[in-house]
């Protein structure tokens, strides 16, 4: 199984940013995908979560409102639009998967993890 993230990058507070993440060697539509991330210094947090068919999402509150999470699931690639970006977004963030049908904010929960994209964004 392999997750790649992609999409990071240089952005102004207040700017926007899609990160992408493509799946391969899992049969995709029998996990839950999740966003997570880890800035300097801090522990890795919830993001977003997306159900198997993308009828259910979850996000945690930091980001309600900004970030929009979804999926394709021919691509087999799983999305977050992160708009009115703030200088706290700054972190690495990694997609997980989780062989469940409901989201979950515990990264022990997920099974599979990419190797993380670096967001910064300046002020």
């Known amino acids: 199984v392999q997750l790649q993230a992609y999409g990071g990058g240089l952005v102004q507070a207040g700017g926007f940013l899609t990160l992408s993440c493509s799946a391969s060697g899992l049969t995709f539509t029998r996990y839950v995908m999740g966003w997570f991330r880890q800035a300097p210094g801090k522990e890795r947090e919830f993001v977003s979560a997306i159900s198997n068919y993308g009828g259910s999402t979850w996000n945690a509150d930091s980001v309600k409102g900004r970030f929009t999470i979804s999926r394709d699931n021919a691509k087999k690639t799983v999305y977050v639009q992160m708009n009115s970006l703030k200088s706290e977004d700054t972190a690495v963030y990694y997609c997980?998967?989780?062989?469940?049908?409901?989201?979950?904010?515990?990264?022990?929960?997920?099974?599979?993890w990419g190797q993380g994209t670096l967001v910064t964004v300046s002020s």
């Open positions: 997980a998967a989780r062989r469940w049908t409901s989201g979950s904010p515990i990264s022990d929960d997920y099974d599979y």
